[in-house]
């Protein structure tokens, strides 16, 4: 599991996706979070712009990743 550090308070799933190189755009993303492809802590996450904090696990095409 790759851990992406914040930088503030909370980063957004899209740029999440992005800066930890599961997708290689904010237009990839956009699909991925929107067709139903990301789980956050489990769940299915539709909306890109959901805010991220520290100990949330995000889940892509078999792929994970912490946020801390």
Do not use: C, F, P, W
């Amino acid at each position: 599991m790759e851990t992406l550090r914040l930088r503030d308070d909370h980063i957004k799933l899209g740029q999440a996706l992005k800066a930890a190189g599961l997708v290689e755009s904010g237009v990839d993303a956009k699909y991925a979070v929107q067709g139903g492809e990301v789980k956050v802590n489990g769940q299915t996450e539709t909306q890109r712009g959901k805010k991220l904090v520290a100990g949330d696990i995000v889940e892509y095409k078999g792929e994970s990743i912490r946020i801390e």
